[in-house]
């Protein structure tokens, strides 16, 4: 339904909401949405004298939202931020989807009236409490306010953070509509960071996705926008042209807003085309809507190019724009904005959101209570994994034990070898604890993973953050063999263990749980060591 009509029958709103107002009741409330259905600004009639049992606060609290709105959707701000608070403090005690809806509604509100800091304190809110409802597309369009309300504070670069994110959880809906929005919001972003180009590609995805939805008045939107971007890439008569379509329209619809930008717009567009007669006329008629409806933010733009018109022929017009420039700049652009900006994105980054505190809080003694049994529970949970952890690492030592012996065992005798490198025939030395725990660290890897996949030099020395000639060097000097036949070892090692423990397991099975490709390889390492094949140690051990 376009805003013409929307706008025209505002009285009616008017009446029947201070009907209510005056005297709340369900017939009252019921005579308010019937209206808003008849003029399919809903989707369905609520009829609340039906309901037995209703709670008044909840119908107060759902008329005043549906105001708020129905002033949004008539570019009436001062009335929807006056009938959103009413609803939000009944709202704040209903389910957090409502509560949520009423925080973006008035953050919407908020931007419109250039009250940056305000709007930003409201989508923080919505943003906490739609992440925590995991519906991606209400994360998306939090993210999506978020990032025109730090673009239109003069902060595109944070802006455009939080509109990559919204595009990434839009694609994840799966919503033409959602799609189109963020395209949309993101081509006005990248327009803001001067990079046009990108800018371009965005718009024409936006009218793309638009163009699914059968929704003209949101393609006019689109094309505005693109408008916009072909007036940063100086091409003033493809603008013109798209603006000679989106401006009429506009005006027919009512949607001031949308009309004041437009006609900003063409103002640009025909300044760059030399035709500055033209341009004046469209720019004061944008500077006039916008002090209408109190856009700063687009009055400034209007000013700011009608100065740059004036400043050669008319030196003094032109200046009284400029000081109206700066004026709108400096109430939209304060310090306080720029410092609440810069709290917001360092909370945001950092995850730090404060979510809404409970309204009933526990009794001292139920707190005390679940302090101490918790305080319980950690230290048991800490006893028990000291002495898991004392387990480990007592079969760790002893497997490493085990394996020094071994290694002894073999640079003490004529090799077979256990795989083509030879033993050096270094002394055997006492370990530190700084090698033994070394030692240990790459038995305890290897262990691990020869569970899912097989085991190399280069992945073990990989998860110790070292090179493989570095990890080789390291275990030679510690052991007097290569890395390649201590991790062998330690494969054979616990392969034996589970030839005697499970004699049910298959020789391929026992290969693989101990990372070897196949049967075959496992066998002949298995004998090269121990001389014997694994079937015949199995037979032996039992």
């Known amino acids: 339904m376009v805003l013409l009509s929307l706008c025209s029958l505002a009285e009616p709103v008017d ?7 005056r005297k709340p009741s369900l017939p009252h409330a019921d005579a308010f949405f019937a209206y808003l259905y008849e003029q399919e600004f809903t989707d369905a009639p609520r009829m609340y004298s039906n309901d037995p049992t209703p709670e008044m606060d909840t119908v107060k609290a759902l008329v005043w939202y549906w105001a708020g709105e129905w002033y949004y959707a008539t570019q009436q701000y001062a009335l929807a ?3 959103l608070l009413r609803a939000l403090e009944l709202m704040q005690y209903a389910d957090k989807t409502s509560y949520s809806d009423n925080l973006a509604m008035l953050g919407l509100v908020e931007m419109r009236q250039s009250k940056y800091e305000e709007a930003l304190g409201y989508m923080h809110q919505c943003y906490a409490l739609d992440v925590e409802s995991g519906d991606a597309e209400r994360i998306c369009s939090s993210l999506n306010t978020i990032a025109g309300t730090l673009m239109a504070a003069g902060d ?12 990434e959880y839009a694609k994840k809906a799966g919503s033409p509509v959602r799609l189109a ?3 949309g919001m993101a081509s ?3 327009h803001a960071l001067h990079d046009d180009e990108k800018a371009l590609c ?10 699914t939805t059968g929704n003209t008045h949101k393609m006019m939107v689109r094309q505005s926008q693109k408008a916009s971007i072909l007036n940063g890439l100086k091409r003033y008569e493809e603008a013109e042209k798209i603006l000679q379509e989106v401006i009429p329209f506009f005006r027919q619809a009512g949607d001031r807003l949308s009309l004041a930008i437009s006609l900003n717009k063409m103002g640009i567009a025909l300044h760059g085309l030399g035709r500055s007669a033209e341009a004046l006329e469209y720019l004061n008629e944008a500077i006039d809507i916008c002090r209408e409806i109190g856009n700063l933010v687009n009055e400034a733009y209007a000013q700011r190019e009608v100065y740059e018109i004036l400043f050669r022929d008319n030196p003094d017009e032109a200046r009284s724009h400029l000081l109206r420039y700066h004026e709108l700049k400096d109430s939209l652009y304060s310090q306080a904005t720029a410092e609440q900006i810069a709290r917001f994105n360092a909370e945001f980054r950092m995850g730090e959101y404060a979510v809404e505190n409970t309204r009933l809080r526990q009794r001292d003694k139920i707190f005390a209570i679940i302090a101490v049994i918790v305080s319980l529970l950690i230290a048991i949970a800490a006893v028990i994994t000291a002495l898991l952890y004392r387990k480990r690492r007592k079969a760790t030592n002893d497997q490493l034990n085990m394996l020094m012996a071994e290694i002894n065992r073999f640079k003490a005798q004529e090799p077979k070898s256990i795989s083509v490198e030879k033993p050096q025939n270094k002394p055997d030395k006492t370990l530190s604890a700084t090698e033994r725990r070394f ?3 790459i038995i305890g890897t290897t262990t691990e993973m020869m569970k899912s996949t097989s085991v190399t030099v280069e992945k073990i020395a990989e998860r110790l953050f070292m090179t493989s000639k570095t990890l080789n060097r390291k275990v030679m000097d510690m052991t007097g063999i290569s890395t390649k036949q201590y991790l ?4 054979l090692e616990q392969s034996r263990k589970i030839l005697v423990q499970e004699p049910e397991a298959s020789i391929l099975d026992v290969a693989l749980r101990c990372g070897f490709e196949n049967a075959n390889t496992f066998s002949a390492a298995f004998k090269r060591v121990y001389t014997i094949s694994p079937t015949e140690f199995r037979r032996q051990a039992e």
């Open 15 to 21: 009446s029947l909401l201070e009907i209510f107002d």
């Open 81 to 83: 931020e006056k009938n």
């Open 156 to 167: 595109p670069a944070e802006g455009i953070r939080y509109e990559l994110r919204a595009i």
């Open 181 to 183: 929005v963020v395209y």
């Open 188 to 190: 006005e972003i990248e």
């Open 202 to 211: 965005y718009a024409d995805s936006a009218c793309v996705m638009e163009a």
């Open 439 to 441: 030692l240990e660290t």
């Open 488 to 491: 062998l070892l330690i494969q």
